[in-house]
């Protein structure tokens, strides 16, 4: 995969929490692709060199939850469903 590089600046006093500030920055630019609905769990996996599996719990730990569906989405589905 080609890759570019992104410089950007920050006040230092936000960076002292925080030690790797590279690998934070990327992995919540990854997140935000996700939930955009930029990239897939399996893209945004393989991005973050990890299984899907553990990108699935990389979100929980990030409180991004893995079916975004409404409950108003959800209830259509079943009457779907229950329909069949």
Same mark, same amino acid.
């Not at 990327?26 to 553990?54: C, H, W």
């Not at 990389?58 to 009457?79: A, L, M």
């Given at each position: 995969?080609?890759?570019? =590089? !992104?410089?950007?600046?920050?006040?230092?006093?936000? $960076?002292?929490?925080?030690? +790797?500030?590279?690998?934070?920055?990327?992995? /919540?630019?990854?997140?935000?692709?996700?939930?955009?609905? =930029? !990239?897939?769990?399996?893209?945004?996996?393989?991005? $973050?060199?990890?299984?899907? +599996?553990?990108?699935?719990?990389?979100?929980? /730990?990030?409180?991004?939850?893995?079916?975004?569906?409404?409950?108003?989405?959800?209830?259509?589905?079943?009457?779907?469903?229950?329909?069949?």
């Amino acid at each position: 995969m080609e890759t570019i =590089e !992104i410089k950007i600046q920050v006040p230092r006093e936000i $960076l002292k929490n925080i030690p +790797d500030i590279s690998k934070y920055t990327y992995e /919540k630019f990854v997140l935000g692709l996700y939930l955009d609905e =930029e !990239i897939s769990t399996g893209k945004a996996a393989r991005m $973050l060199n990890m299984p899907q +599996d553990k990108f699935l719990e990389f979100c929980g /730990k990030n409180n991004i939850p893995y079916f975004r569906s409404t409950p108003e989405e959800i209830q259509t589905e079943i009457q779907i469903m229950v329909g069949l």
